[in-house]
């Protein structure tokens, strides 16, 4: 047990480092774009909220390569793991372009109900930005076969550069350093850009570099021959994982969508409350996502061995030590709330107060929603190890909407409790899945194979 605890964590920290530093990018972008105004800030947020959303589906769907990739590596098919890093490679640009596209025209999706300057503002950060979202899918896959190789270290590395570099480029680029032109909002969107493809490219050239890579030929161009019926059978076998990985994160980012317009009619203090626990949870939920991916990939290898007690104990051990760290944050939650609360508002304004009050009771809400969202997403982590994303997906459906959604209505709105009854709605519907994600591990394990 204790093996398989080092080997969790060996995978799972650098992971989760690599989850912190890109969730601090945009943490440190939408800072930036505060320095440039209100009006850039808001703009701004539009523009991300699309960029992000078409990223973590899409992403969400090739992110089938690391759980098919681990498999093949653990019953050492290094052939087979070079042709879906392969196929995955090609999958990522053919959805990457339409993506592009529909990014760069993203500002008619957002006429509707929106003020024409705010979207003006927010075309120019995406025309900048779409161009980096090839990369960015690129990034993924080549992110998920290192990790299914057990070679996650050097994905941290090219993160943490690439955040610092995005930040550096942010100011260059906002504010015409160094003799650049001063562009503003657009600078910081092709700040992103230009990070992205650097990340991309810098481990491209690693792996290129590598000996011992060069086994696997994941750079190797696709030809005619290239495509038999077991190559069209692992593109099948991605969209036929990924897609519903794609499904299930649109179905949790449409749950916080609604939620957040609920509360938005509660108040201007309620809302303020609401997004700064919100942006806590949603950088600490890094750490739980890191445990997963490392889970999904000691699962996958496991199954790939053949070995059905290995693999149980290795999808428990990622759910507990996910419990464990999501606990270790929860308390951190209930004993500085307003140390917290203080990076994002000035607690010492008297016309804040009622900011603070609500905000340090929805940190002490999301003290144990913290707890059953790493549960909950490191044993759907354990699933996908066992290519299983189908049946997780309605799990999520079921969870978070019917009744996540309608106890955390019924509880905020009905019974008057307002964004505490919505935030417990949103912990009761987390705990169930994280209850049914855990028992389907737990039967598939008895009965798999």
């Known amino acids: 047990m204790f093996s398989e605890v080092k080997k969790c964590l060996v995978l799972a920290v650098p992971l989760a480092a690599a989850q912190l530093a890109q969730s601090a990018t945009g943490f440190m972008d939408t800072v930036m774009m505060g320095w440039l105004g209100s009006q850039t800030i808001a703009s701004g947020a539009l523009g991300v909220t699309i960029f992000s959303f078409c990223l973590l589906i899409v992403t969400g769907i090739v992110s089938a390569i690391s759980p098919l990739a681990a498999q093949a ?41 929106q003020d024409a ?13 779409a161009l980096g979202f090839i990369p960015a899918l690129g990034f993924a896959v080549l992110k998920s076969f290192l990790s299914a190789l057990l070679q996650p270290q050097l994905v941290m590395v090219t993160v943490v550069l690439g955040t610092l570099l995005d930040i550096t480029a942010n ?7 160094l003799g650049f032109p001063a562009l503003g909002l657009a600078g910081i969107g092709w700040a992103s850009t230009f990070s992205l493809w650097s990340t ?41 994982v990924g897609l519903p990985i794609g499904g299930l994160i649109a179905v949790e980012a449409g749950l916080f969508t609604v939620v957040t317009f609920i509360i938005g009619k509660l108040g201007t203090n309620a809302l303020a409350a609401h997004q700064i626990a919100l942006q806590t949870i949603s950088i600490s939920f890094q750490i739980a996502l890191g445990i997963s991916l490392s889970t999904t990939v000691r699962v996958g290898q496991l199954v790939g061995q053949n070995d059905l007690l290995a693999t149980r104990l290795a999808g428990y051990v990622g759910i507990a030590i996910a419990g464990l760290s999501m606990g270790v944050v929860g308390i951190t939650f209930w004993l500085v709330p307003k140390s917290i609360i203080s990076l994002y508002i000035d607690i010492s304004d008297p016309n804040n107060a ?11 809400v999301a003290a144990i929603f913290q707890i059953v969202d790493g549960v909950q997403v490191t044993a759907g982590g354990a699933l996908r190890g066992l290519k299983d994303t189908r049946i997780p997906m309605l799990i999520g459906i079921f969870a978070y909407w019917c009744v996540g959604l309608f106890t955390g209505y019924t509880f905020g709105i009905s019974s008057g409790y307002g964004a505490i009854g919505l935030w417990w709605g949103l912990a009761i519907g987390l705990a169930i899945a994280a209850i049914i994600m855990t028992w389907r591990f737990s039967k598939k394990t008895t009965n798999h194979g």
């Open 73 to 113: 590596y653990g019953a050492g098919n290094r052939e087979k793991v070079g042709t879906i890093v392969r196929v995955g490679l090609g999958i990522s640009l053919v959805l990457g372009i339409p993506v592009t596209l529909l990014i760069y025209n993203g500002g008619a999706l957002l006429l509707l109900g």
């Open 117 to 129: 300057n705010a979207v003006a503002l927010a075309e120019i950060y995406l025309r900048a930005i």
């Open 171 to 177: 100011y260059v680029l906002m504010f015409g350093k």
């Open 200 to 240: 991309f490219i810098a481990l491209t050239v690693y792996i290129c570099n590598q000996p011992r890579f060069a086994v696997y030929g994941i750079f190797r161009p696709l030809s005619r021959k290239d495509f038999p019926l077991e190559h069209r059978r692992i593109i099948g076998e991605i969209f036929h």
């Open 354 to 364: 009622d900011v603070v009050a609500l905000a340090v009771k929805l940190l002490g």
